[in-house]
């Protein structure tokens, strides 16, 4: 049973960032089997640990009720790393100095190395960072030296050789941070004197046994999306069960994207999936979402029609006695953006958090067998799993589907032109800086060129988001927004849209260059056609960052006139938006 439990070298501190998980992610990167506990855990938890680091969050140290660390911690001799907040509160928490900046530093920064140290090991002396604060160190702790600085930031690295606690103010474990990854390392191995345990393959006979453990001589139920994830712990749960032991059904929510009932079908008609059914539910999801415009209320909506036709389906079978329990593939990130860790600000809600599913998982009669996995420890998974790397290589899909994509508003409104000659669509969508949520306005451009547009941003506090126009079928005068929330046409309408991106996408191999290419359907319409399509086409590692990818323009044109082609649609816009400071999706 013992080898069951695997020790975490490394425990990350979570203090709410939206990057906490990254950090872990990054770490089970270079081998070593990390985890992420609230910052506030006791001290007594990290005996055995090799080192600690400490997440950026958004609070501020100086704020009633910021999230702390247990002061003894401090003291353990266990070695250390502050990121960003983490940084500061490790500062503050000694008997160095924080306080506000003058102007917040969020973005691509310069770093200059000062002083040689562990942690800059075989790093060059100056490199490209990652910045996403307001507060700094304004005074190091005793004993602290100061190793880096940037233009904006005298203090972006400390650290004291003798306890082997280090901070840095940027953040190491995303990907525009240039020597991350050596900084990591340097951290984990030379600092930590960690030594190489994780490899995600390897714990499937684990994993089985654990979903064994967790069923006993229960069954188990799935409700699949036909993502990886789900598709990936469905595999493993029959592995560990057998066919006849584990059911599952697939709920076709009316928001899916075309012919994927009957991908997933097929994905699961090879698996050997004996029982497995198919609901039809398209008529329920819509109805539920007529008039509906906020995005977080479509979520809630979504999860819970989602939740309501699984107990319909449970009710309808035998897997309501206490003989069944529910099987899903959540995996680690599903959690970090809802909150799901002690603090995070809550951007956005994923379906699967909520209410319904959630009085389940207290009654225990919830199997996650990804919930500590990363998305590419799933794929690599699901490789030795023998699932197919077309199938494993898909960009990932949001739960809610396409119902995220459509959107709508709630009035009619004019588009208003500004001086310099863009224009602002009250269309409002998600966007994130620093750690919060922003819903606003977009900004309409006649180019796309990416500098430009992200410059436009920076200027206009009120968008976060700004699009290019590809194409129209009518003079952008005559377009306005026009009041609208998920109907079937619209759903058609999209899912036409998507069908023929994707197809054109993948014909051209730009697929495979890109992360995920979203297609969202905005009411800005005019002359009987109401809709307008946004192509949205991003590149990223894990989803926590992104950037608007440049299409060649062959492929953008044969997108443009088959998408104007679409009834209904009056215009094609392009989103030059990177995020920060948009998100992925719109909403
Ligand atoms: P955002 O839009 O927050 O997206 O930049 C980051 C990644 O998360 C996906 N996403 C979701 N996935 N349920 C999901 O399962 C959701 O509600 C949801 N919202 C966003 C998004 O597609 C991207 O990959």
């Known amino acids: 049973m013992n080898d069951l439990v695997l020790e975490p070298q490394i425990y990350i501190l979570d203090t709410g960032g939206q990057y906490t998980h990254l950090i872990a992610r990054k770490v089970r990167e270079l081998g070593v089997y990390a985890e992420v506990v609230s910052s506030e855990t006791e001290a007594t ?16 140290v100086y704020e009633k009720g910021s999230p702390y660390v247990d002061q003894a911690v401090l003291g353990q001799g266990v070695p250390m790393l502050g990121i960003c907040y983490g940084q500061q509160l490790m500062a503050f928490q000694l008997d160095g100095q924080v306080r506000q900046g003058n102007k917040g530093e969020y973005g691509l920064a310069h770093l200059a190395i000062d002083g040689a140290s562990p942690l800059f090991r075989d790093v060059a002396n100056h490199q490209q960072v990652w910045m996403s604060h307001r507060d700094t160190v304004f005074a190091p702790p005793t004993g602290f030296s100061i190793l880096a600085h940037t233009d904006t930031c005298a203090i972006a690295a400390i650290g004291n050789e003798s306890t082997r606690q280090y901070g840095v103010q940027f953040h190491p474990e995303v990907v525009h941070t240039t020597e991350g990854r050596k900084i990591l390392r340097n951290f984990v191995f030379a600092i930590c004197g960690c030594t190489e345990d994780w490899q995600p393959a390897s714990r499937i006979p684990v994993v089985e046994q654990q979903i064994r453990d967790v069923a006993g001589d229960r069954n188990i139920f799935f409700f ?4 990886v994830d789900s598709t990936v712990a469905y595999t493993l749960c029959l592995r560990a069960l057998g066919e006849a032991r584990v059911h599952g059904a697939y709920v076709d929510t009316g928001l899916m994207r075309e012919d994927e ?4 079908r097929g994905i699961f008609d090879s698996l050997g999936a004996r029982h497995f059914r198919i609901e039809l539910a398209q008529e329920d999801f819509l109805e539920a979402l007529d008039g509906v415009v906020e995005p977080e209320r479509k979520r809630k909506i979504i999860g819970e029609k989602f939740v309501e036709i ?33 603090k995070a600000d809550l951007i956005k809600t994923h379906h699967n958090r909520v209410a319904g599913i959630q009085k389940l998982m207290a009654e225990n009669r919830i199997v996650e067998p990804l919930a500590s996995f990363y998305k590419d420890e799933v794929r690599e998974i699901g490789r030795e799993l023998g699932l197919p790397a077309a199938f494993l290589d898909r960009h990932p899909f949001p739960g809610p589907g396409l119902g995220i994509r459509c959107l709508g508003a709630e009035r009619d409104e004019p588009i ?28 309409i451009v006649d180019h796309l060129d990416h500098a430009r547009a992200t410059e436009a941003i920076n200027a206009n506090q009120r968008v976060n988001r700004v699009i290019g126009i590809v194409g129209l079928n009518l003079p952008l005068e005559r377009l306005s927004v026009i009041a609208s929330s998920i109907t079937p046409d619209r759903m058609d309408r999209l899912r036409r849209s998507d069908a023929i991106v994707r197809r054109l996408s993948l014909q051209a191999g730009f697929d495979a260059q890109v992360w995920q290419f979203p297609v969202v359907l905005i009411p800005i319409g005019g002359d009987g056609l109401p809709d307008s399509v946004v192509l949205r086409p991003i590149h990223s590692v894990d989803g926590m960052t992104a950037q608007s990818v440049v299409m060649p323009e062959t492929l953008r044109n044969g997108m443009r006139d088959a998408l104007l082609a679409v009834p209904g649609v009056a215009a094609v816009f392009y989103d030059l938006t990177h995020k920060p400071p948009g998100t992925i999706e719109w909403e």
């Open 45 to 60: 938890r990290f005996s055995k640990a090799k080192g600690v680091i400490i997440s950026g969050g958004p609070s501020s």
């Open 224 to 227: 699949v999306s036909g993502g």
């Open 261 to 264: 009932t009957e991908f997933v």
């Open 310 to 342: 699984q107990e319909g389906v449970l009710e309808s079978g035998p897997y309501l006695d206490g003989h069944w329990i529910l099987g899903q593939g959540t995996i680690y990130p599903d959690t970090i953006e809802s909150g799901g860790t002690a």
């Open 416 to 443: 208003e032109l500004l001086a310099d000659g863009s224009w602002i669509a009250p269309v409002h969508s998600v966007g994130v800086q620093g750690d919060s949520r922003s819903y606003r306005p977009v900004l």
